[in-house]
Structure formats: structure tokens, C-alpha cells
């Protein structure tokens, strides 16, 4: 159980608006958020790129019983270093959700619309002719502009997810910032019991690459690990995008209005 030292930034949080159900009573508030409340935040694990060492995060959230979503992009699954279609079947199979993440891993805002709608329109339906239930988009870079949640949207999604801050609504779900090699475990569980302090409704990690020292945006397998069991033994609710956007939307009365509140990290990938 190594404790990483390095203090976090400022997580980015989604916050839903309504039903926040506040219980009145005697009791203070906990000065510590050592057990989450019941079902607030929701924390949402992304693994974006369609990386081949992501299958080392399969293997953990399979050891600690939780579903993530892995965001990836088509046109180069089966690619030296990228995972293969058969490798997506089978976190597909593990309970796991199958996102989009385009065709190319374009840069959505710097593209005229008809651009857009290719590499995200032909994205979703290769993935979907793969056999994936696609329902998740993730902005390659978190680059989007005012066409790319309507584009999205008529191509079949229902939900989208930038990096870092972002604008709000179901199409621009603000993450924390993107987890990079100096993000240890004090910071990944930073972002979760600060979620918790807000009463924010739920939390999106981006992770791309698991391995050690490896690269700038790669998670240690050992933080993983840790940070998967501690999610696991304190029974913090974990969910898919999909299925947290939903619940989100449920309980919100239909409307889940995301609201990003500090990310601070440059939105990459
Ligand atoms: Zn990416």
C-alpha cells in the first residue's frame, strides 16, 4: 500500500444539478470523508486510445470487481501498440463499456463540420459493426467546438466527455485533470474524497497508458492497483460513463447539467 506522496491539483468535478437530498439532522458534518455517502459521486474510470498495456488495467479492475469505460478509435485498434479488436471484445465481455474516441484521434475543433461527422459518425458505426454498444464519446485532446455535441448526438451518442474542464451538459462532461506519470495515489484518491466534501455527483478520471515510467500520460500499474482496491473496499460507487451520465440524468430530473469546478490540467490525447 504505497502512498504517493505528490499532492493533487485541483480535481474537475461534475456537478449535477438537483436532488441533492440533503438529510437534516443533528448530525455534524464529517471532517473527513472516510466512507462515501451513499451514492455521491459516482466515480467514472476512463482508459482512452485503445492503448495494448491498458490490458494490464482489465486484468485490475477485473481483480477488484469494477467497470471502467475505454474510449477508443477505430481506424487503428490492431495497430503496434494499440490493442487489438479481439483484446476490446474481451473487456467488452468483462462488463467493461466501449466508447468512441473518432476514427483517427482528430482534433475535432480544428475541423469543418463535414470533417467531424466522418471521423465521429464512421467511428460509431465501426465500432458498433465490431459488435460494441457505443453510447460514449471522448474528444481526442478534449477539442471540440459548437458543432461537435450536435454532430455527436445525430451520429448516436448520448453522452460525451472532453478532458478537463469543459463546457457542461450531457456532450461536454468535465473530467479531473488527465493522469499523468507524477499522479500518485494520495492524488487519484484526492480527486474522490473531494468530489465527496462538494457533494459533487460525479467524478471522471481520464487515464491513458498503464505502465511504469513510460511515458507523461501513464498511470504505475502499483497506483492502479491501490488506488482500484481502495475504490473497492470502501465501496465507492463505480460506474461506467454511460450508466453514471444516465443515473446522473435520472436524478437530476432529466437534465444532467455538468459543471466543471477547477481542472487545471492541460486537456491532451
Ligand atoms: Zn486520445
Same mark, same amino acid.
Given at each position: 500500500?504505497?502512498?504517493?506522496?505528490?499532492?493533487?491539483?485541483?480535481?474537475?468535478? &461534475?456537478?449535477?444539478?438537483?436532488?441533492?437530498?440533503?438529510?437534516?439532522?443533528?448530525? #455534524?458534518?464529517?471532517?473527513?470523508?472516510? !466512507?462515501?455517502?451513499?451514492?455521491?459521486?459516482?466515480? &467514472?474510470?476512463?482508459?482512452? *486510445?485503445? =492503448?495494448?498495456?491498458?490490458?494490464?488495467?482489465?486484468?485490475?479492475?477485473?481483480?477488484? $470487481?469494477? !467497470?471502467?469505460?475505454?474510449?477508443?478509435?477505430? $481506424?487503428? =485498434?490492431?495497430?503496434?501498440?494499440?490493442?487489438?479488436?479481439?483484446?476490446?471484445?474481451?473487456?467488452?465481455? /468483462?462488463?467493461?463499456? +466501449?466508447?468512441?474516441?473518432?476514427?483517427?484521434?482528430?482534433? =475535432? @475543433?480544428?475541423?469543418?463540420?463535414?470533417?467531424?461527422?466522418?471521423? +465521429?459518425?464512421? *467511428?460509431?458505426?465501426?465500432?458498433?459493426?465490431?459488435?460494441?454498444?457505443?453510447?460514449?464519446?471522448?474528444?481526442?485532446?478534449?477539442?471540440?467546438?459548437?458543432?461537435?455535441?450536435? +454532430?455527436?448526438?445525430?451520429?448516436?451518442?448520448?453522452?460525451?466527455?472532453?478532458?478537463?474542464?469543459?463546457?457542461? @451538459? #450531457?456532450?461536454?462532461?468535465?473530467?479531473?485533470?488527465?493522469?499523468?506519470?507524477?499522479?500518485?495515489?494520495?492524488?487519484?484518491?484526492?480527486?474522490? %474524497?473531494?468530489?465527496?466534501?462538494?457533494?459533487?455527483?460525479? &467524478?471522471?478520471?481520464?487515464?491513458? /497508458?498503464?505502465?511504469?515510467?513510460?511515458?507523461?500520460?501513464?498511470? /504505475?500499474?502499483?497506483?492502479?492497483?491501490?488506488?482500484?482496491?481502495?475504490?473497492?473496499?470502501?465501496?465507492?460507487? &463505480?460506474? %461506467?460513463?454511460? /450508466?453514471?451520465?444516465?443515473?446522473?440524468?435520472?436524478?437530476?430530473?432529466?437534465?444532467?447539467?455538468?459543471?466543471?469546478?477547477?481542472?487545471?490540467?492541460?486537456?491532451?490525447?
Amino acid at each position: 500500500m504505497g502512498a504517493g506522496r505528490l499532492a493533487g491539483v485541483l480535481a474537475a468535478l &461534475v456537478l449535477v444539478a438537483g436532488c441533492a437530498a440533503e438529510r437534516p439532522g443533528p448530525e #455534524p458534518a464529517r471532517p473527513t470523508a472516510e !466512507r462515501p455517502t451513499a451514492e455521491r459521486p459516482v466515480v &467514472v474510470l476512463t482508459f482512452d *486510445d485503445g =492503448l495494448a498495456r491498458q490490458v494490464v488495467a482489465g486484468e485490475l479492475l477485473r481483480e477488484h $470487481g469494477l !467497470r471502467a469505460t475505454f474510449f477508443v478509435s477505430s $481506424g487503428v =485498434l490492431g495497430r503496434e501498440g494499440r490493442l487489438s479488436v479481439a483484446q476490446v471484445r474481451a473487456l467488452a465481455r /468483462d462488463g467493461h463499456e +466501449i466508447g468512441g474516441h473518432t476514427l483517427t484521434h482528430a482534433r =475535432l @475543433g480544428e475541423l469543418p463540420p463535414e470533417r467531424q461527422e466522418q471521423e +465521429i459518425c464512421a *467511428d460509431r458505426r465501426a465500432l458498433v459493426a465490431m459488435g460494441f454498444e457505443v453510447r460514449a464519446l471522448a474528444y481526442p485532446y478534449g477539442s471540440f467546438d459548437a458543432h461537435t455535441a450536435g +454532430i455527436a448526438a445525430r451520429c448516436g451518442y448520448a453522452g460525451a466527455r472532453g478532458s478537463g474542464r469543459s463546457g457542461g @451538459g #450531457p456532450f461536454q462532461v468535465a473530467t479531473a485533470p488527465a493522469v499523468v506519470r507524477g499522479t500518485g495515489l494520495e492524488a487519484l484518491r484526492g480527486y474522490v %474524497t473531494g468530489a465527496e466534501r462538494r457533494g459533487d455527483a460525479v &467524478v471522471v478520471l481520464v487515464f491513458h /497508458d498503464v505502465c511504469a515510467r513510460c511515458g507523461e500520460y501513464a498511470v /504505475d500499474p502499483g497506483v492502479l492497483d491501490s488506488f482500484l482496491g481502495w475504490l473497492a473496499e470502501r465501496g465507492t460507487p &463505480v460506474r %461506467t460513463f454511460s /450508466d453514471a451520465l444516465a443515473a446522473a440524468g435520472t436524478a437530476g430530473g432529466g437534465a444532467a447539467v455538468a459543471t466543471p469546478t477547477g481542472a487545471r490540467a492541460p486537456a491532451r490525447r
